[in-house]
Nanobody
């Protein structure tokens, strides 16, 4: 069983920046670097959506609405994945979830609230 712990989100003004981190621990057999790590978000009344993911090989993918503003990265030595969010917009307000996936197995963090508002 892999545990994922996200950093605290917070309240940010439009145009501001915030960096989320997600630290992984536990599990057996598979090492952190083998996982595809992702960030998802869920806004009130909406379905959870993929924000970005980074594969074990370092390839990244972003949803169109965050391209050019968000950057996902990973530090395998620290078992941590990051999401740097710049030029935040009110529509980025959501609960952000960390996800670890390998083959058909996946794990989720508890979620962290990000609110973009003046």
């Amino acid at each position: 069983q892999v545990q994922l712990v996200e950093s605290a989100g917070g309240l940010v003004q439009p145009g501001g920046s915030l960096r989320l981190s997600c630290a992984a621990s536990g599990g057996s057999g598979n090492i952190f670097s083998s996982y595809t790590m992702g960030w998802y978000r869920q806004a009130p009344g909406k379905q959870r959506e993929l924000v970005a993911h980074i594969t074990s090989g370092g390839s990244t993918r972003y949803t169109d609405s965050v391209k050019g503003r968000f950057t996902i990265s990973r530090d395998n030595a620290k078992n941590t994945v990051y999401l740097q969010m710049n030029s935040l917009k009110p529509e980025d307000t959501a609960v952000y979830y960390c996800n670890a996936r390998i083959v058909i197995t996946e794990y989720w963090g508890q979620g962290t609230q990000v609110t973009v508002s003046s």
